[in-house]
């Protein structure tokens, strides 16, 4: 009776149908909730008369199988956009204004549309790339890609300034769009408060939050292409979970593919951090550097590591400019941090030949050859 095939399951003419509920089109959706149930067709009874025989059980459940039947399905691999950081389906990119969001997706699109080097240092899937600029204009996004693409601009690389909201018909052009672009393979939609409908009254945030990815995340599925949409963040700076930093509710966090996170703690400095979390991609932070000469973020490393090197680079400041040698203690009081931090640091950066020690517990840098 079941066929798995094309994703749908047909049924044998002896078999009770099972009705569908419709689903309704944002812009179905009526202001009084009371109306809401009215609008969806009730199913009918499991007891039915088919052909001429009764139904005397309820229609069995059409896409439970077993642990075996599964171990035996055979799935293609991850096909990777970004190596180990975009997968295929739904990716939410949260950052605050100005922070370099659009910067970085351009940054990504070109990479994948040519085949390059992400962030100087990851691997791409070379690959069809639709980029949709809703904040800016064509002199914007041509200045944009010209900090990426000094010449020979892709042919894969489609771009669209002006496009219908989800409740306009957007989704479904969006549909059609990568049924006749198969090559397609990464969406970026800049931003996801452009493309989405305003939340219906009567409608709960959450249930709004989620019912707009849940519906993105179909197309994702059904082209299995990777659509990274471009959000803003909330106030909430001192959230334990970085995350939680994203605006909206648990609905959008909750419904996505993979989260990530851009911030920066100045502005006016070049280093920033990005977070990633996601259901294909393990939990890391990154740090990244803006580069004013080519426009381009690149990849530092791992935003712990890099911390310490940091932290290495002002004991070195410090004690390059000091007349003698002096001992982890006053390095920590003269910059502020913790003395078994420091005096670990130092003692780690002597065997790593970057200070040397000289008499009892003092230290200074090493001199270059």
Same mark, same amino acid.
């Given at each position: 009776?079941?066929?798995?095939?094309?994703?749908?399951?047909r /049924?044998s003419?002896?078999?009770p149908e099972?009705v569908?509920p419709?689903e309704i089109p944002w812009?179905?959706?009526?202001?009084?909730l009371?109306e809401v149930?009215e609008?969806?067709p009730?199913?009918e009874? @499991?007891?039915e008369?088919v052909?001429?025989?009764?139904?005397?059980?309820v229609a069995?459940f059409?896409?439970?199988i077993?642990a075996?039947?599964l171990e035996?399905r055979?799935?293609?691999?991850?096909?990777?956009?970004v190596?180990?950081?975009?997968?295929?389906?739904?990716t939410?990119?949260?950052?605050?204004?100005k922070?370099?969001?659009t910067?970085?997706m %351009?940054h990504v @699109? @070109?990479?994948?549309a040519?085949?390059?080097r992400?962030?100087?240092?990851i691997?791409?899937?070379?690959?069809?790339?639709?980029?949709?600029y809703?904040?800016?204009?064509w002199?914007r996004?041509q200045?944009?890609?010209?900090?990426f693409l000094?010449?020979?601009w892709p042919n894969n690389?489609r771009l669209?300034?002006?496009?219908?909201?989800?409740?306009d018909?957007?989704l479904?052009?969006?549909d059609?769009? /990568?049924?006749?672009q198969?090559e397609?393979r990464?969406? $970026? $939609?800049?931003?996801?408060?452009r493309?989405?409908?305003?939340?219906p009254?009567?409608?709960s945030?959450?249930?709004?939050?989620?019912?707009?990815?849940?519906s993105i995340?179909?197309?994702?599925?059904?082209h299995?292409?990777?659509?990274?949409? $471009?959000?803003?963040?909330?106030k909430l700076?001192?959230?334990?979970d970085?995350?939680?930093?994203?605006s909206?509710?648990?609905?959008?966090?909750?419904?996505?593919?993979?989260?990530?996170l851009?911030?920066r %703690?100045?502005r006016?400095?070049?280093?920033a951090?990005?977070?990633?979390d996601?259901r294909?991609?393990?939990?890391?932070e /990154?740090?990244?550097?803006y580069?004013p000469?080519?426009g381009?973020?690149?990849l530092?490393?791992?935003?712990?590591?890099y911390s310490?090197?940091?932290e290495?680079?002002?004991i070195i400041s410090?004690?390059?400019?000091?007349p003698?040698p002096?001992s982890p203690?006053?390095?920590?009081v @003269?910059?502020g941090?913790n003395?078994?931090?420091?005096r670990n640091?130092?003692?780690?950066?002597?065997?790593?030949?970057q200070l040397?020690?000289v008499?009892?517990?003092?230290?200074?840098?090493?001199k270059k050859?």
């Open positions: 009776m079941e066929n798995f095939t094309d994703g749908g399951l /049924l003419e002896n078999e099972v569908e419709r812009d179905e959706i009526p202001d009084d009371d149930a609008a969806v009730e199913a009874p @499991a007891q008369r052909n001429g025989q009764q139904a005397d059980r069995s059409p896409k439970v077993t075996a039947e035996k055979k799935y293609p691999r991850l096909n990777w956009l190596q180990e950081i975009l997968p295929p389906g739904v939410i990119l949260a950052g605050p204004p922070s370099g969001k910067r970085l %351009t @699109a @070109a990479a994948v040519t085949g390059a992400v962030l100087g240092k691997d791409t899937r070379r690959a069809g790339v639709l980029f949709l809703l904040e800016d204009g002199r996004v200045a944009r890609l010209s900090e000094p010449g020979g690389l669209e300034i002006d496009w219908p909201r989800m409740e018909g957007g479904r052009r969006l059609e769009f /990568l049924e006749q198969p397609v990464m969406v $970026i $939609i800049d931003v996801l408060e493309f989405r409908p305003p939340t009254r009567g409608v945030v959450y249930q709004y939050d989620y019912r707009t990815i849940a995340r179909k197309v994702a599925e059904k299995d292409v990777a659509i990274l949409l $471009i959000h803003h963040t909330n700076q001192d959230a334990p970085v995350f939680n930093r994203i909206g509710t648990l609905g959008l966090t909750g419904a996505v593919d993979t989260m990530m851009l911030e %703690t100045d006016m400095q070049p280093e951090t990005l977070s990633i996601g294909e991609v393990e939990a890391q /990154l740090t990244l550097e580069d000469d080519t381009e973020w690149e530092l490393g791992d935003a712990n590591l310490t090197s940091d290495r680079r002002q410090y004690l390059e400019n000091q003698e002096k203690k006053e390095v920590a @003269a910059l941090k003395d078994s931090t420091t640091n130092m003692r780690n950066m002597a065997r790593d030949r040397v020690r008499g009892r517990g003092k230290y200074t840098v090493s050859d």
